[in-house]
């Protein structure tokens, strides 16, 4: 069977690469973590499926929860946006073979079923049908409204999937979609329409005339024959696209090179980040990030000298960063062997990208002033954080940069590509977000935030003093290390 | 002027390269054949330091090149696309190449002048990035990168791969006048025994790893090199 050998070949690409091989640790800790994640699904559901009846009104068991599960989607559609590992499969490997290109499409469609988040529903919701549907509608309803919610969960699925591939070629998809989603929630707060009632009204009218259950079989058929003619007019895009010429953008940043060595190795970032299709998909989510603040701000529920607004101050000039000088290196795995065979003197190449990193940073502060309208305790915390990203977090996100051995392949502009992006990221970046807000809880708790605050700040200045400390040691580590990064560089994907 | 000692790597268990001594002497242009698997791109690569040697040492002018940095002033090397930034238009490529190697503008605009003939007018001024140029002139570009800041020694792995045949008889011609012109070193591994025996001084037959023929090129050199690999 062909689905055998294509299973066979996804599990030995996956075995062996020197990622799993060499991080077993990391291996270790992602499987742990699912394994937590997963036991607190089972957990949540066996409650969920025990005592429902007892935590709502009698009256509403089932309308209740079915409202629950309106927004469980809308929470899960956003999750999978921003987390979910797109199904891939090289196709260029097989394209050559006399294997029809429906059976490579289905293929990979369907290897995108089997992934965490319809597992996490698929528990949550089992439990529930059968215990709390099953005694108040019987048992082949149980059935059917499983069937249906799954349905609904695989229509999101294939929808995520279809938008995040629309997306690399055209960002006005991840606009369009929060503006829905902020559409849905701003609807049901200003009392528009009830959004939660409208799907819960859906949900019972669908257990009552057994029929309407088609539709969510339906939609997800839909969506999924959309996926499979998307996918079908790529394979020839791909054959054209090629021929294409790719603009040369960057150009007008020529005026760095006046600045030497560095300047030509911050220009060189500055092309590569603008002429990738991964690296400018990150550039177009950044002012999404920028506005993150303005989720929160406003909110008065946010106590604004709690530990959440420092967070947010991370996040807003330092997702950008994170991402770059995480990536450093990685990003420039293609041609890795160049870097180290080449004249460049190291600790050059570690300050430029530091440089750049600041630059990022300094410009997200200037971006963000306008937060001053929310108050100056905002601005007071946004500046102490943006002191902490550069010159705390920024080495700490190039020292570890070395660590990620396998090149970003940034440059194949196909559609079938979406390797190495994950929620492996955020594992390793979530210590870095949490060491300011470790540094400033115990001033919390002795009732002394402001000084927490300034303690942030002076020790990010403190990070910018010893500077050349860390691009030292930076550079000592990238020394050491060169040999194994080169090696898991070469080894394309 | 390029001196190996004990030179030794292996990959899980297997040695690949085992070089006991091996002198490359300034001026004498050197060729490395073999088989798939020889060892040859793995020798070029402790050359360049891209690899951590098992044991034993590489010395550039008395330097150990795991050791020290200034080798890469004297050293030119282009092996495979893992030293193309693909990103890049062929222009803007040699000028970053060029910056690393401190050349100026206006030596990096007169060495390109001086490899139009070579580039065939297919590299540059195409508006083309790396990646969207063909096999061919992509190797065109590496080579030619590798040539500038006029090094002593370079270093090209099976540079007469994917090259048109005009091309390939350009790049002889081109080798040739750069080492009586410039006395540049030329280290060379290629699986075409007509051009190795054409444009090197001496030529080392790698097997398995280990320096299995060290002939100085002469009249009969195509012809035992022939005999070597015929089966």
């Not at chain 1, 500046?383 to 705390?392: D, H, Q, S, V």
């Not at chain 2, 002889?172 to 075409?192: N, P, R």
Request: with cysteine.
């Amino acid at each position: 069977m062909l689905a055998f050998q294509f299973i066979n070949h996804q599990i030995k690409q996956a075995r062996r690469s020197t990622i799993w091989q060499k991080s077993l640790a990391l291996n270790i800790l992602l499987i742990f973590v699912a394994f937590i994640l997963l036991a607190e699904a089972v957990g949540l559901s066996l409650l969920l499926a025990f005592s429902w009846h007892e935590i709502v009104k009698e009256s509403e068991v089932l309308t209740s929860f079915y409202q629950l599960t309106a927004w469980y989607f809308v929470g899960s559609f956003v999750i999978r946006f921003f987390m979910q590992q797109l199904p891939a499969l090289e196709i260029r490997h097989y394209q050559s073979f006399p294997i029809k290109k429906s059976t490579l499409i289905h293929f990979m469609l369907i290897k995108g079923k089997f992934n965490f988040f319809t597992l996490i529903s698929l528990i949550l919701f089992t439990p529930f049908a059968f215990k709390q549907i099953g005694y108040y509608e019987g048992t082949t309803a149980a059935w059917i409204w499983l069937a249906g919610v799954m349905f609904f969960d695989l229509t999101i699925n294939y929808l995520v999937i279809w938008l995040k591939k629309l997306m690399v070629t055209n960002l006005k998809t991840v606009s369009l979609v929060l503006g829905f989603i902020g559409l849905l929630v701003l609807g049901e707060y200003l009392g528009w329409y009830v959004y939660s009632e409208l799907f819960a009204g859906f949900i019972t009218a669908m257990m009552e005339n057994k029929i309407l259950w088609l539709i969510p079989l339906i939609t997800f058929m839909l969506v999924y024959l959309i996926n499979y003619r998307f996918l079908l007019d790529k394979l020839y895009l791909e054959e054209l696209s090629k021929a294409k010429t790719d603009k040369a953008t960057g150009s007008r940043f020529g005026y760095l090179q006046r600045y030497g060595m560095i300047g030509e190795i911050m220009l060189l970032d500055i092309k590569l980040y603008l002429r990738n299709k991964r690296t400018k998909s990150i550039l177009f989510l950044a002012p999404i990030f920028l506005a993150y603040g303005l989720i929160f701000y406003p909110n008065e529920t946010y106590s604004r000298d709690g530990g959440f607004m420092i967070f947010v101050g991370i996040f807003i000039s330092g997702f950008l960063i994170l991402n770059y000088l995480q990536y450093a290196f990685a990003n420039e795995g293609s041609y890795w062997d160049l870097i180290i065979s080449s004249r460049i003197p190291k600790r050059q190449y570690v300050r430029a990208k530091l440089i750049t990193g600041t630059a990022v940073v300094v410009i997200s502060w200037f971006l963000a002033l306008p937060y001053l309208y929310f108050g100056q305790s905002i601005l007071i915390i946004n500046t102490a954080t943006a002191l902490f990203n550069m010159g705390l977090l920024a080495p700490i996100a190039l020292y570890f940069a070395s660590y990620n051995k396998k090149a970003l392949v940034l440059s194949k502009g196909s559609a079938f590509n979406y390797q190495g992006t994950s929620g492996m990221h955020w594992l390793i970046t979530l210590p870095a977000f949490a060491l300011p807000i470790l540094i400033y809880m115990p001033f919390k708790w002795f009732d002394n935030p402001e000084l927490g605050v300034l303690v942030i700040g002076a020790s990010g200045l403190l990070g910018l003093l010893l500077r050349p400390a860390f691009v030292k040691l930076i550079e000592n580590n990238l020394e050491d290390r060169k040999y194994q990064m080169a090696e898991g560089f070469r080894e394309k994907n | 002027m390029i001196q190996i000692n004990d030179l030794k790597k292996s990959y899980s268990g297997t040695t690949v390269l085992n070089i006991p001594t091996l002198s490359i002497e300034k001026g004498v242009n050197f060729g490395l054949v073999g088989n798939n698997g020889a060892g040859k791109t793995t020798m070029f690569r402790l050359l360049l330091d891209l690899i951590r040697a098992d044991q034993g040492e590489v010395n550039i002018n008395g330097e150990n090149v795991a050791k020290s940095e200034n080798w890469k002033h004297q050293l030119g090397s282009y092996l495979d696309q893992g030293f193309l930034i693909d990103f890049l238009s062929p222009e803007e490529y040699f000028n970053f190449v060029g910056k690393t190697k401190g050349m100026s503008t206006g030596d990096i605009e007169a060495f390109l002048e001086s490899m139009q003939e070579f580039f065939n007018g297919e590299v540059l001024g195409r508006k083309k990035l790396i990646r969207n140029l063909s096999m061919g002139n992509q190797q065109k570009t590496g080579i030619a990168a590798a040539m500038m800041g006029d090094p002593e020694i370079l270093v090209l792995d099976e540079p007469f791969n994917s090259l048109d045949p005009t091309t390939q008889s350009r790049l002889v011609k081109l080798i040739k006048k750069t080492q009586e012109t410039k006395g540049v070193t030329f280290l060379i591994s290629s699986h075409d025994l007509n051009h190795i025996a054409e444009v090197c001084d001496r030529i080392v037959v790698l097997h398995e790893g280990e320096v299995a023929q060290d002939i100085i090129t002469g009249q009969d050199t195509l012809e035992t090199l022939k005999a070597y690999f015929a089966v």
